[in-house]
């Protein structure tokens, strides 16, 4: 639903992109973003992942104090660079950023029903063991050591919206992006809203971009205060002590990814 | 179920491995896989990404021909530079393993509920417009260019079992790995198995490395032998010129990524 922009307090926006090309579909969508928040008298920053020539991979030149002899345990490494503050600048800039956000924003084309390999990276680097998760953090799912924070995922399809459909060859958009909107965002905590999407992104119409961007305006104008998805919280009851859902809980014929999401109205 | 290696005959594997560590537990699985194979009479290859330092961000640089002052169509560069055999050599000596293999076996770390970037680029560089999909193979969804090709992931998990389980919160594993078992594999024509996971994969002991060897190598038996996942085709009348799954052709009260998928025995 559409609200008014300017009853809104002004908030903190970290805004992701992943593409290779800055004329691309994705970049516009990112400098529309911007703009747009920025008229709401919003604070933005952008990670451009291909200009800032983001290291996708994991590797032992991660972790500074690692010893080249010995064999590295990625999420101990992660854990114990995290703890130490020796992280390196690239992911400790990140980090950062994410910490000073209100709401994350990544915006990428969907390359093979996930996000492309530099921000996968991104993720992988940047969600440490000890900032996103861990033993010294909130339980994940719903508290999480990023709580408080939204989360809005905004891709590109050349497919058509049909094959994304409740019964699209596809499978739904929510469940093929399942394992970033409950998988990260919900995991650590961030509350991730419904994904915007533009569909048949290939050689996009004048007219078709306008659409798209008076469609993404009203998403972002209701970044705040748009419902979240109603994913069901760990420490709220609904599951057992090895997390799987008490019997009973859901309505019934739900299955499958559902079972993790409160019916909506 | 297990079946007599002898039995089969001798085909040709490609293992593609993500991990940084050579002493990890995935870099075992790999070892083990690679020696049960050839134990067996197969041919094996393997493509350790990490070794060959993969390049893992798709840019202008993946295309000799495109000019710099041009904008980057991803699609239609992949397109061209595939069709024109000018792709760049590392894009080309994995397509030539791919299309080589009767059976792809991905061996990764399940990192944020999907594969590891370098793993991801190896699949976003490497299954072209073109090579795995596009105008001139055949349709997608179980004929596909690749079919033919059975496939196979091979996962470390450092989660309980439970938690992936049918009401595990986590979500099925089935579904948390959709996005490559039907929208990479089946897509191109490949037939995926059920993947094959390590659950508490962190410090396992050399009890239940033991036992896991074991299951592996029972899983790798039936390579060529076990039933794919039953996938619903594209061809086969299921769907609408849409995409979308025709009404009443699911088993009453299928939801979700299952509408997909032929119900099991």
């Known amino acids: 639903m559409p609200t008014e922009t300017t009853s809104q307090q002004p908030k ?25 928040l920025r008229a709401a008298g919003h604070e933005v920053r952008v990670s451009d992942l291909y200009a800032m020539k983001w290291k996708a991979e994991v590797n032992a030149d991660d972790f500074p104090d690692h010893q080249a002899d010995r064999r590295l345990d990625v999420l101990a490494a992660q854990g114990e660079a995290t703890s130490a503050g020796r992280l390196t600048p690239d992911v400790a800039a990140e980090q950062e950023k994410v910490r ?4 994350v924003i990544l915006q990428f084309p969907l390359w093979w029903f996930s996000m492309p390999a530099i921000l996968k990276g991104w993720v992988d680097r940047v969600f ?3 900032f996103a998760y861990g033993p010294d953090v909130p339980p994940p799912y719903s508290e999480g050591a990023l709580a408080g924070r939204r989360a809005l995922l905004s ?4 497919a058509r919206e049909s094959s ?19 998988g ?3 995991f650590a905590g961030m509350a991730p809203l419904d994904p915007f999407a533009v569909y048949r992104s290939i050689d996009l119409s004048r007219e078709r971009f306008a659409i798209a961007k008076q469609e993404y305006g009203r998403r972002l104008d209701g ?7 109603p994913f069901r919280t760990l420490v709220g009851g609904d599951y057992d002590h090895d997390m799987r859902l008490l019997p009973g809980v859901e309505a019934p014929g739900t299955s499958g990814l559902d079972l993790h999401v409160h019916p909506r109205a």
């Open 12 to 36: 903190k926006i970290l805004v992701v992109s992943a593409h290779p090309e800055p004329r691309s579909l994705n970049a516009a969508l990112t400098t529309f973003a911007v703009e747009h």
């Open 100 to 103: 000073w956000s209100d709401a």
């Open 128 to 130: 440490t063991n000890g």
């Open 155 to 158: 891709v590109t399809i050349g």
């Open 164 to 182: 994304f459909s409740d019964r699209g060859i596809h499978g739904r958009l929510a469940d093929v992006l399942h394992p970033v909107q409950h």
């Open 184 to 186: 990260l965002f919900w």
């Open 223 to 229: 970044l705040f205060t748009d419902e979240p998805v």
